[in-house]
């Protein structure tokens, strides 16, 4: 890929994955990266069911691994957020389990922004709860470790450069959101119970972009040392994610085959991409088939 693309795609990147944060910080920006939308060979939308719905009300939480969909999908709510119509949440409704969708999934959000405005004048995303809330999904805590600042220093950092120089630059600010991060994740779980204490709550784990051994074109372009280190960090917010759920009697979930499905799988496979442009999906994101099979993935527990 181009040196010009590539500048492209990391100014679209930066504002998609900081997204939003208070005070206006790295404000995502609306748009479509280009790309085509993907093929359907891999997981398929959930069937409706002809039974009433299991759950009256569903509330789905979170940051931009739940709102982000196809580009080529409408998106609802404040343009900021690209809380897309077929985000994972939007799929799971179809299935004819649920009743009432409410999605107040935004790109940028941080364990803060469930209980303060991530965008000024519009609610906190906990607004949404209420005492009939039966189901809630959540995946949060990205945000709160600084996973924008570790894409655009990937994005940023010269090609096949030695050593680990995100690492070296933002491992000290990453370490310490990861040793935070449990204390506020507990407190999403109790603010959650608080308002909606007959829910059942979904967590969904994030979906890795990097394979856990060997690459592919744009991992070997990567140092070395910051692709450790970046599986490292995967492994332990999904970690400190799971932990933080099973404390909280939630449910967490990925799909099965969530690992051999990285951004180097080939494009009708991936379940998230690098770049989006050969799955029309946002860059270092879920793909339409990584919401598909999470959808399914929720939908077995329920």
């Given at each position: 890929m181009s040196t010009r693309r590539l500048a492209v795609l990391v100014t679209a990147l930066a504002a998609t994955v900081a997204g939003c944060s208070q005070g206006g910080e790295d404000a995502p920006t609306p748009g479509q990266q280009p790309g085509t939308a993907q093929s359907d060979t891999a997981p398929a939308d959930i069937v409706p069911s002809d039974t009433a719905p299991s759950y009256a009300r569903y509330v789905a939480l979170g940051d931009s691994f739940a709102a982000l969909g196809p580009t080529t999908a409408p998106t609802s709510g404040p343009a900021q957020c690209l809380r897309s119509t077929r985000n994972y949440a939007a799929v799971l409704a179809e299935g004819g389990d649920v009743g009432e969708l409410v999605d107040v999934t935004c790109g940028g959000a941080r364990t803060v922004d469930m209980i303060s405005p991530q965008i000024a004048g519009t609610p906190p995303q906990f607004d949404a709860l209420t005492g009939d809330t039966d189901l809630v999904t959540l995946s949060i805590g990205g945000n709160d470790i600084g996973f924008g600042a570790m894409v655009g220093?990937?994005?940023?950092?010269?090609?096949?450069?030695?050593?680990?120089?995100?690492?070296?630059?933002?491992?000290?600010?990453?370490?310490?959101?990861?040793?935070?991060?449990?204390?506020?994740?507990?407190?999403?779980?109790?603010?959650?119970?608080?308002?909606?204490?007959?829910?059942?709550?979904?967590?969904t784990a994030y979906l890795p972009l990097v394979p856990d051994h060997g690459g592919c074109e744009f991992v070997?372009?990567?140092?070395?040392?910051?692709?450790?280190?970046?599986?490292?960090?995967?492994?332990?917010?999904?970690?400190?994610?799971?932990d933080a759920a099973e404390r909280a009697g939630a449910d967490v979930v990925q799909p099965a085959d969530a690992a051999e499905r990285h951004a180097c799988a080939p494009a009708a496979e991936r379940y998230t991409d690098f770049t989006g442009v050969d799955t029309g999906s946002h860059p270092m994101h879920p793909t339409a088939a990584g919401h598909r099979a999470m959808a399914e993935a929720v939908g077995a527990v329920l």
């Open positions: 220093c990937i994005f940023q950092t010269p090609r096949a450069s030695e050593g680990a120089p995100c690492r070296d630059r933002l491992e000290r600010s990453v370490t310490d959101g990861l040793n935070g991060l449990p204390d506020r994740l507990d407190d999403v779980y109790a603010g959650i119970r608080d308002r909606s204490p007959d829910a059942r709550i979904v967590t070997s372009g990567m140092s070395p040392g910051d692709v450790t280190w970046t599986r490292h960090v995967t492994e332990r917010i999904n970690m400190i994610v799971s």
